[in-house]
């Protein structure tokens, strides 16, 4: 019985390190067919991923270790945070440890480790790049934990397996303003932290306008695959995060085979539904000017708070 | 033995006399001054055993009067040793003349004789006298530099000093007349504290009253309380290191016996209210204007003045507190600070032969320059401003539970207030001097190894006194005891 | 003799030792080493002792009625004394032995090798005093040591000197606000001890219990570095050789907060809830104006300071946040927001002491403390740049480390505490929740700046590009705060159990005891034991793994060294990379009516053409608003009183006897 | 003698003191103001001999004789000594103008009986109704020592002080034993002396007698 307890977390780290790629080949293929372009085929970034790991790794000559090792705390923190989010299941070994706090850590972790590598090599573009990084995380910080506050106050436990089991059971104790409304902080959040287009465009060219493109600027090879995938695996825990929080059903609350297959799907699902929306938002949305950014998140800031007033008022 | 208490200081007087100022005769003036002390040891030993001791109807010792003796004798001790090195280095370098440190060794003995004289006097006249000595023998004292500052410094001393304590006469006076008058008429009415204390609740209280105002008046005007207090900056800044030193840690105690003395005798007659209120206006004006000249202060013996202007208003605060706890508080604050404030003196008077000037903007980066002078000044400095390895820390603590204990708090807080604005200016005028990279070479004069000792020994007994009393714990408590109605 | 008191004495008498060793040795380099290793000894003696007491829970006593005239000594360390002198004895062991490499050159002197063990004794018998008298003496004792260690290089910079003149004025500001604070409440108890003013300050009237809490805050706060009185830390911390900035910063600072718990708690056994709204707001405000403060600033010492407000305005939030849940019944949140304080003041110590030693070995090693002049570090000085990464990722509360785990907890309390009916609660605790979480933001924001341009690319100064390691044994003593950081990070269970029974020892905050929160059970501190530790794991794990893999790959894991892309362009200076100070330029221009920086750009153009720029120069410069708008006033006000004041004693002797004249009138009708 | 004329007797002298301080408020000229301190003296030290021939006791007598000789004869001399040897011997404005010195100088005495009704009703002896107008001297006397501007004028205003006092003492001195007495005429006769040399000095080193010199000592 325990043995597909011990199976959930595997499954999702699979998931998510081949979802994430494929992911963001979706949104690529769909933002090319509303601008009448055939696009590249889904799978493309996978194919671009394996050429990169092909390639011979390469480090600015006075760059130190943490340039080399930046990609792996990445890749790690993303990885790590997979196995804790319940996506297929809210039955894990982990279950005790996941819990919103934490995952919010993980995630600043990681975006720390990619600007420290970013400034490593000493380029006047790395150091643009971690410096609005780091801005935009400074400010989206609050927004994420005043909306895990919102929903936790809501659930009456910031345990995320917990909270999931008892919007499923008690769908009536979220049903408030406040939890919609840390829902939308929560979207604008992950919109700022997945460098997605209105705080940053991820496929512009043009170095002055970038964010996260200017931190990857030096990195090449197995490096800059580490790192991209270890972005859209971000991309997909928190699109895994914001469905199974305002969509829970057909989770795997149990630990039966067939349930978690259904589980796997409902998740394929929900993911794909929502990865679609996001690329048909990109394509009617410009890039906002670098210091429009603080005030768009400032208003996230003050929908969560509102969201965590109305959340203690109401019960 | 009182009497020989009182003579010992006379014999190095007369030998400077006879011989004029030799360096013996200034290890005279030390032994005799250190014979002070263990006399009022002794005094204290004997006075604890078997009571207060008497000689004739002029002297008499009690608990109280034994420890002012120690207070006196011991600042007595460090001032003339401290003035053995000053006057050779003055007459080395031809400061002064040598008959005028003839006049310098005689008139110091003489200052601690009548001091001496005015602890142990039974009656209050003599007291009186005693203390109108006191002025007399360290008027020419203030004036030993024949500056045209030195001789006003003397005149202002001599007139105001005068001044007040005449009208202490005065007062004691209308108390002998009081007396004379009581209801009970009695034998012939003697001036003696103890004839005194027995008769006070059935003294007048109309003149016991305008009495009180007198005597606390004019003893104020000795113990620089303000609004008296103007004549004691000029003193202290013209006298000479150890006469400002010994002026500051013996002559102000003693005027402060003087008031503790009257205060027994006003709240048997009149209440402990109309005392209790002389003592908190005078406490906080001399606090207030403390704080306010020592702001901007631009003259180090001047900064030292006024913090004993500062010491004067605490201790008045305590006295007007008036338990136990705060009178031995009050007694050890003036012991310590006497001590305290006489290292800080030397230390200055040093600086002044060194610098050249008394200016705190003179003197630059004495660390460095100085050590040897640097470091026993600042750490005087540091214990007058109440910091803890030094006794005046436990007394101001003493002082404020015991206020709040006795509902004073808000005095307390103003006392405090004024206190911290205190701290905030000595500290800034101490770094000025001390701290920072030195000027040019030496202007003044170098000097020598002499000084250090009774810096030392000072700060020694200034920290000794803030770890423990445990010597003086019974005597301090029986001293205070006396003076509890 | 228990355990504990066996180390206590233990402590005290190896610290006399090492005061009298400092003097007597000659030699100032065998002087040096000697004093530092008992230092070291008096400090782990005293942390043994510490956790003596901490796993018994019974308090060690003394008695020394004779010394300190009309009070005497007595001491009680109980287990909330116990937490604080834990940390104590830990920072204090790694500064010592950090000491003995920092001040084997230039400030191996007499009287600052004697001061160091004295300031050490006094900041572990502050926690252990147990009456009126000795906590004011040596908490006046630690001002006086600490002044004068400030002064240690005064001879070199005049801003020391500056920075004593503040240091010694707002400390005794404080003193006199505790004076007044205790003369209270012994006046009301009779005696001065700290159990018989617990007995009995629940007696007194209300108005007088708040007057003392007041009292309390001020006195406390303003050592603490809370934000109104907090202008002295950014002046002194910086200016103190880093070791002893590392035990003001590390641990002088959180006495502030014990002050604040044993008489908020202790003493007063709690209050109304506007004090510990009170505490809040200004927790709250510390720990923004602190953050701010520290991002603008391109001082790596002074930067530090400024985030030691922050850290405090944290940990004031937590006490606020308990106090608030004793007034509205949530006596266990309470002991969880009370756990998380004291969980965050140990791990504040630790890794606060280690940027400030990391600092130090900076300036020692580079000889230069402006981050826009530094850089390049971590090749030329590893193991310091280690440290002090580590030390980042720690004070930035990211998972693996001890910083983590104090403000999960503490993000747990309150947001556990937020939905109690009372609507002060309410309102406060999410503002509360909201000023953390922005914190946290900004600490990471920070600590990237100063790690990223401190040590990382190439050297912008000669200085930077000549930095040598330091030696051994500054490594050793940051090594052992490093690995107490990882410890408390991993198993931070070992702490359980203590703060437990600290606690529980405060009083008027019930011992804490695991809950069920709808549906999930809720054990402070220790639930974030499990958290902790499975994540500290999977990180190690995750990362060595794919280190591992990369081995694998066809290009077989050599690495080319190359010149940097940077967009085609080559030859790659040290002029072309992000300062501190355009780093943080973002984050200041959104926060600039807080910090109201003076920018002024001056541009010089060649002779030839209007449009080509020869020099642009930009200079930023941040003051703090507090001391313009709070300090500079009330300075400039004494100082005029103090000028009128001259008119006083103008020297005419007339005066002088028109006053004797006016006060004879006055008295003689007065008693008419 | 019968009572009352030596009541009046003693009204009488005293009254001669006071007028005598009054005056001395008034005129400018230094040498008249010491003949009038001389007068002054001599009242005082009459009214000692009244009381002592009263008490018809001889030390009293011999004392207040002796004092009679010092106040009216020795010290005027030697203040006189030296106003001749120094150059000014008017005094200039003083601070006060002579009409306000003369109205603060009633106001003193209507303040001085205020403050001794409270003395004189204590006991009903003619010295004892005599005490107020020694209390008036002793207000004139500190304001005149206050507001001279030379330095012979203020030795002057401070012995007009001290002989009010005196005057008290000998009222009232029913309890001042002889050796006190002794003591304090002593200690005054010092102080005069000590106060004669500094003007000395003061006249050789500042050449004028002039207290505005005296101003270098400040804050």
């Known amino acids: 019985m325990n043995t597909t307890r011990a199976l959930v977390p595997i499954l999702q780290l699979l998931l998510v390190f081949v979802g994430g790629p494929l992911i963001v080949g979706v949104i690529r293929k769909v933002r090319a067919r509303l601008e009448g372009r055939v696009g590249a085929p889904i799978h493309q970034p996978l194919r671009d991923l394996r050429k990169l790991f092909a390639k011979e790794r390469i480090a600015p000559e006075h760059a130190s270790w943490v340039f080399v090792i930046a990609p792996a705390v990445l890749m790690t923190s993303a990885a790590v945070t997979a196995v804790l989010v319940p996506m297929v299941s809210t039955v894990s070994p982990f279950a005790q440890v996941s819990d919103l706090v934490t995952i919010t850590a993980l995630l600043l972790l990681g975006t720390v480790a990619l600007a420290l590598g970013a400034l490593d090599p000493g380029t006047a573009f790395g150091g643009m790049g971690a410096s609005r990084e780091m801005t935009i995380a400074a400010l989206t910080e609050p927004t994420l934990l005043l909306s895990v506050a919102a929903i936790s106050i809501l659930t009456g436990t910031t345990n995320l397996p917990g909270a999931i089991n008892e919007i499923i059971d008690r769908p009536g104790s979220v049903s408030s303003i406040g939890y919609v409304l840390a829902l939308v902080a929560l979207g604008i959040a992950t919109l700022a932290e997945s460098t997605r287009l209105p705080v940053d465009n991820p496929n512009t060219h043009l170095e002055l306008t970038m964010v996260h493109e200017a931190m990857v600027l030096e990195y090449a090879g197995p490096d800059l695959a580490l790192v991209e995938t270890g972005s859209s695996m971000r991309l997909v825990i928190f699109l895994g995060l914001l469905a199974n929080l305002l969509v829970p059903w057909g989770i795997a609350t149990g630990s039966g085979v067939a349930e978690l297959a259904v589980g796997t799907l409902t998740f394929g699902l929900k993911i794909g539904v929502l990865a679609v929306a996001l690329s048909v938002f990109e394509v009617f949305t410009a890039k906002v000017r670098l210091f429009r950014v603080p005030e768009l998140l400032a208003l996230s800031l003050v929908l969560s708070f509102l969201g965590v007033i109305t959340s203690v008022v109401h019960p | 033995m009182l009497l020989l208490l009182v003579l010992l200081p006379v014999v190095p007087a007369a030998a400077a006399a006879i011989f004029g100022w030799r360096r013996w005769v200034g290890w005279l003036g030390v032994a005799a001054s250190g014979l002070v002390v263990v006399g009022g040891g002794a005094l204290a030993v004997h006075v604890l055993d078997d009571g207060p001791a008497t000689f004739e109807s002029l002297l008499r010792a009690d608990a109280l009067s034994a420890f002012m003796v120690i207070i006196v004798g011991s600042v007595a001790v460090l001032a003339s040793w401290f003035s053995v090195p000053y006057l050779e280095t003055e007459l080395v370098n031809d400061l002064n003349s040598h008959r005028r440190a003839t006049v310098y060794a005689f008139l110091i003995n003489l200052f601690i004789a009548t001091l001496v004289l005015a602890v142990l006097a039974d009656n209050i006249g003599v007291m009186w006298v005693a203390i109108e000595g006191t002025t007399i023998a360290s008027a020419f004292l203030v004036g030993h530099r024949r500056t045209r500052n030195s001789l006003e410094a003397s005149w202002k ?329 | 003799m228990s355990f504990a008191e066996v180390s206590a004495t233990a402590a005290m008498v190896v610290g006399a030792v090492a005061i009298i060793a400092a003097f007597s040795i000659g030699d100032a380099r065998r002087r040096a080493l000697v004093t530092g290793v008992l230092t070291a000894l008096c400090g782990f003696s005293g942390l043994l002792a510490a956790s003596g007491v901490l796993a018994t829970g019974r308090p060690v006593h003394a008695e020394f009625p004779h010394l300190l005239p009309f009070a005497g000594l007595s001491f009680r360390l109980d287990p909330l004394g116990a937490v604080f002198v834990l940390a104590v004895g830990g920072v204090v062991t790694a500064a010592a032995v950090y000491g003995i490499g920092y001040t084997r050159d230039h400030l191996s002197g007499r009287s600052f090798q004697a001061l160091v063990p004295a300031f050490a004794l006094t900041l572990l018998l502050v926690p252990a005093a147990s009456s009126m008298g000795t906590f004011l003496v040596f908490w006046e004792l630690m001002a006086l040591t600490s002044l004068l260690l400030v002064l240690a290089e005064q001879r070199r910079s005049p801003e020391a000197r500056d920075a004593a003149m503040w240091y010694g004025v707002m400390t005794h500001l404080g003193f006199i606000a505790l004076l007044l604070m205790f003369s209270l409440l012994a006046a009301h108890s009779g005696n001065g001890s700290f159990l018989a003013i617990e007995r009995s300050s629940s007696s007194m009237d209300p108005a007088l219990r708040s007057l003392v809490f007041i009292l309390a805050v001020v006195g406390f706060g303003s050592k603490a570095g809370m934000v109104p009185l907090h202008a002295w830390l950014p002046r002194a911390h910086p200016e103190a050789p880093s070791h002893v900035s590392a035990l003001m910063s590390g641990v002088m600072v959180k006495l502030g907060v014990y002050g604040i718990v044993r008489v908020g708690f202790g003493l007063l056994g709690g209050g109304p809830s506007w004090w510990w709204v009170v505490l809040l707001v200004l927790g709250a405000a510390s720990a923004l104006f602190g953050i701010l403060q520290a991002i603008a600033s391109s001082d790596l010492k002074r930067m530090l300071a400024y985030s030691t407000t ?81 030390g980042a990722v720690a004070i930035a509360a990211l998972p693996p480390l001890n910083g983590f785990a104090s403000e999960w907890l503490l993000l747990q309390s309150l947001i556990h505490g937020a939905d109690s009916q009372a609507l002060v609660v309410a309102i406060a605790v ?112 995750g990362v060595g793994v794919i280190m591992v893999l990369l081995r694998f790959l066809p290009s077989g894991g050599r690495r080319r060294r190359a010149d940097n892309w940077g967009c085609g362009r080559t030859q790659q200076t040290a002029r072309m990379e992000y300062t501190a100070s355009s780093f943080a330029e973002p984050l200041v221009r959104v926060f600039d009516d807080v910090l109201h920086p003076d920018l002024d750009i001056d541009v010089t153009h060649r002779q030839e053409s209007q449009y080509y720029v020869e020099k642009i120069r930009l200079r930023l410069g941040i003051k703090d608003a507090f001391e313009e708008r709070l300090y500079r006033p009330v300075l400039n006000g004494i100082h005029a009183w103090g000028i009128w004041a001259r008119r006083l004693q103008n020297g005419s002797v007339h005066r002088y006897l028109g006053y004797a004249f006016a006060a004879l009138i006055i008295l003689l009708v007065a008693t008419r | ?94 601070l006060v103008n002579v009409s306000a010195s003369l109205v603060a100088a009633a106001l003193l005495i209507t303040i001085a009986f205020a403050t001794t009704r409270a003395v004189v009703s204590l006991s009903d002896s003619p010295e004892a109704g005599v005490i107020p107008i020694g209390f008036a001297i002793v207000l004139v006397g500190f304001f005149a020592l206050a507001t001279r501007r030379k330095a012979p004028a203020q030795l002057v205003g401070f012995l007009l002080f001290e002989n009010g006092v005196a005057l008290v003492a000998v009222l009232a001195a029913a309890g001042v034993s002889s050796v006190v007495e002794l003591g304090v005429s002593l200690d005054v006769l010092l102080a005069v002396l000590v106060l004669q040399v500094l003007t000395a000095r003061m006249q050789d080193q500042f050449d004028s007698l002039d207290l505005d010199h005296l101003q270098e000592l400040r804050d």
């Open chain 2, 157 to 485: 001393y001599v007139i105001l000093g005068s001044v007040g304590i005449v009208l202490a006469f005065l007062g004691t006076v209308l108390v002998a007349y009081a007396a004379a008058n009581t209801a009970g008429g009695g034998a012939e009415p003697s001036l003696s504290w103890t004839a005194l204390t027995e008769i006070a609740p059935r003294l007048d209280p109309d003149v016991m009253r305008v009495a009180v105002v007198l005597l606390f008046l004019g003893y104020g005007t000795k113990a620089g309380l303000a609004p008296m207090h103007t004549w004691l900056p000029d003193a202290y800044n013209q006298a000479p290191a150890p006469i400002s030193a010994l002026s500051s840690g013996a002559l102000l105690p003693v005027a402060f016996y003087a008031i503790f003395r009257m205060r027994v005798i006003a709240d048997l007659s009149i209440g402990p209210d109309f005392a209790r209120v002389l003592l908190i206006v005078a406490g906080l004006l001399s606090l207030a204007v403390a704080a306010s000249l020592l702001i901007a202060q631009r003259d180090y013996m001047r900064l030292l003045a006024y913090s004993s202007i500062e010491h004067m208003g605490i201790v008045a605060l305590a006295a007007a507190i008036g338990t136990p706890i705060a009178m031995s508080a009050a007694l050890l604050h003036l012991f310590a600070h006497g001590i305290g404030k006489s290292v800080a003196f030397f230390g200055s008077g040093e600086i002044a032969l060194s610098d050249d000037s008394t200016r705190i903007a003179d003197v630059r980066g004495l660390a460095t320059r100085r050590p040897a002078i640097a470091v026993p000044f600042g750490l005087a400095l540091l214990g007058l401003l109440g910091l803890p390895p030094f006794a005046l820390f436990a007394t101001e603590i003493a002082i404020t539970r015991a206020g709040f204990s006795e509902g004073l708090g808000w005095i307390m807080a103003i006392a405090a207030i004024l206190v911290l604005v205190i701290f905030g200016s000595v500290l800034l005028h101490a770094k000025q001097m001390l701290l920072g990279t030195p000027d040019e070479g030496v202007r003044g004069v170098e000097t020598g190894k002499g000084f250090a000792g009774p810096l030392i020994l000072g700060l020694a007994a200034f920290a000794a006194l803030g770890i423990s009393i445990w010597p003086i714990q019974h005597l301090l408590h029986e001293a205070a005891r006396t003076l509890v109605t």
């Open chain 3, 310 to 390: 922050e850290n405090i305005g944290l940990i004031l939030i937590g006490v606020g946040a308990a106090g608030l849940f004793t007034t509205t019944g949530h006596p266990i949140l309470a002991a969880a927001a009370l756990g998380a304080v004291l969980l965050h003041v140990i791990n504040h110590a630790a890794f606060k002491a280690l940027l400030f030693l990391a600092a130090g070995s900076v300036v020692h090693g580079a000889g230069e403390r402006n981050l826009d002049r530094l850089g390049g570090l971590m090749r030329r000085m590893p193991v310091t740049g280690a440290m002090f990464a580590l």
């Open chain 3, 430 to 541: 999410p503002l509360a929740i909201a000023v953390v979480a922005l914190t946290a933001g900004l600490t990471a924001a920070t600590f990237v700046k100063a790690t990223g341009t401190g040590f990382l690319a190439l050297p912008r100064s000669p200085a930077a590009e000549a930095a040598t390691e330091s030696p051994r044994s500054m490594l050793v003593g940051m090594g052992f705060l490093a690995s107490v950081c990882v410890l408390l990070g991993v198993g931070v269970g070992v702490l359980g159990a203590g703060i437990g029974r600290a606690v529980a020892a405060v009083g008027g905050v019930r011992k804490p005891a695991p809950f069920r929160v709808h549906g999930s059970t809720l054990s402070p501190p220790w639930q974030v034991v499990g958290t902790s530790m499975a994540l500290a794991a999977a990180l190690v794990l």
């Open chain 4, 1 to 94: 003698m019968s009572r009352s004329a030596y009541a009046d007797l003693l009204n009488l002298l005293a009254g001669i003191a006071l007028v005598a301080a009054v005056l001395t408020l008034w005129r400018r000229k230094l040498i008249a103001i010491v003949r009038l301190l001389a007068v002054q003296g001599a009242a005082v030290a009459a009214v000692g001999i009244l009381i002592g021939i009263d008490n018809d006791s001889a030390t009293e007598i011999v004392l207040a004789s002796g004092a009679l000789v010092l106040k009216a004869v020795v010290i005027p001399l030697v203040l006189l000594r030296v106003v001749r040897r120094g150059s000014e011997t008017r005094e200039t404005e003083p």
